[in-house]
């Protein structure tokens, strides 16, 4: 080649070459990236993973029942947490089932005083719960400075609850099988529908909305809680469905207000 075109070439192939490297580092950087980010996702999924097990599939009702009754009541008046992977806990409370009126109950803490009597007006705070659907929990009146009230023995109150509070005396074919309450005590009881809100399956609307003519309580207040009401009326208060499922409530009992 004349003189300078040899050189000329030469810076050509040269650059040609180091745009070439240049070109395959490229690459190379672009393909590790790619893999170290897919490692760390895999490691982050299988911290996850073991950070946060998958949650226990819903049970059927009876199955339900059963683990949720084992579950256990804390001093103070709690939220029901009716997840099977709590109810398995070993600090569960046995439930005893009256003979007499197939309610199970179970002291949490017993209280203390005088029991109270037909006649006198109770004072509780509850949590309320169903043992189906797949978000059982319902309403609590803890925390909310209302507790409920009533005269028992009026009719106003499902019998599931006056039987936790006054207990069963009499007992029939039992025998009295359900102690009273003390002021002051916390128990948790399984209502079945007899003992529930059956009678209110067939009402009309207007005898579902607590303090109304006719209903029966405790309701959740529409008013103030109204996915609470819509939760608790989808179960008891729904004429759709072929049955009640039954209803676990932890009640606290308050002395003379």
Do not use: H
């Not at 070439?20 to 580092?25: E, M």
């Not at 043992?131 to 106003?156: C, E, H, M, N, V």
């Not at 939760?231 to 009640?244: E, K, L, V």
């Amino acid at each position: 080649f004349p003189f300078g075109v040899g050189r000329m070439l030469g810076v050509w192939n040269w650059r040609k070459t180091m745009m070439t490297l240049q070109q395959t580092v490229m690459m190379i950087s672009v393909v590790l990236f790619a893999a170290l980010a897919l490692a760390c996702r895999s490691a982050t999924a299988l911290r996850m993973t073991q950070q946060y097990p998958p949650k226990i599939s819903q049970t059927n009702r009876r199955g339900f029942l059963t683990t949720f009754s084992s579950a256990s009541v804390s001093v103070a008046l709690p939220l029901i947490d009716p997840r099977p992977a709590r109810a398995a806990q070993p600090n569960g409370l046995p439930l005893t089932t009256s003979v007499s009126t197939g309610l199970k109950w179970a002291d949490a803490r017993v209280g203390s005083g005088t029991p109270p009597s037909s006649g006198q007006i109770a004072s509780i705070d509850y949590s309320m719960a169903s043992t189906a659907g797949r978000f059982p929990q319902i309403y609590t009146t803890k925390d909310k400075g209302a507790p409920y009230r009533w005269k028992l023995g009026d009719g106003s109150t499902i019998k599931g609850i006056e039987l936790a509070v006054l207990g069963d005396a009499e007992g029939g074919e039992g025998g009295g099988d359900i102690p009273p309450m003390l002021p002051g005590g916390i128990r948790r009881v399984i209502v079945p529908s007899s003992l529930g809100y059956e009678s209110l399956r067939s009402a009309n609307n207007a005898k579902c909305i607590a303090g109304a003519e006719g209903s029966i309580g405790p309701i959740p207040p529409k008013d103030k809680d109204f996915e609470a009401y819509q939760r608790w009326y989808s179960f008891y208060c729904n004429p759709r469905i072929p049955y009640q499922p039954d209803l676990v409530l932890d009640i606290k009992l308050y002395g003379r207000r």
